[in-house]
Nanobody, 126 residues
Framework: QVQLVESGGGLVQAGGSLRLSCVAS????????MGWFRQAPGKEREFVGA????????LYADSVSGRFTISRDNAKNTVYLQMNSLKPEDTAVYYC???????????????????WGQGTQVTVSS
């Protein structure tokens, strides 16, 4: 059972930056895709981006492309979400998730992911 723990959330002014971390308890066999999602109050969970553990390939939602960057440190079993030029509409609880298979098919679907962290709150003030 893979456990994911996010950290790094907080309150930041618009235009500022935050870096979220997601530590995985283990690299389970076949788990090769890490995703970031977010959920704002009253809204559905939204795909932010994803990275492949093995090769580092990334994919982003249009709403964050060019502002957010996902990276990973295989030695530390950690995935990062660097968020720059933050906007009030980025306010949400951010979740990391893990999926089996190193492919981007259905990468934006929450159902693709078998393991989820508890989430970390990001609040961007205007």
């Amino acid at each position: 059972q893979v456990q994911l723990v996010e950290s790094g959330g907080g309150l930041v002014q618009a235009g500022g930056s935050l870096r979220l971390s997601c530590v995985a308890s283990e690299r389970a066999d076949g788990v090769d895709l890490m995703g970031w999602f977010r959920q704002a109050p009253g809204k559905e969970r939204e795909f932010v981006g994803a990275v492949k553990w093995s090769e580092g390939g990334t994919l982003y939602a249009d709403s964050v492309s060019g502002r957010f960057t996902i990276s990973r440190d295989n030695a530390k079993n950690t995935v990062y979400l660097q968020m720059n030029s933050l906007k009030p509409e980025d306010t949400a609880v951010y979740y990391c998730a893990a999926a089996r298979g190193a492919y981007f098919y259905l990468v934006r679907a929450a159902s693709r992911y078998a393991y989820w962290g508890q989430g970390t709150q990001v609040t961007v003030s205007s």
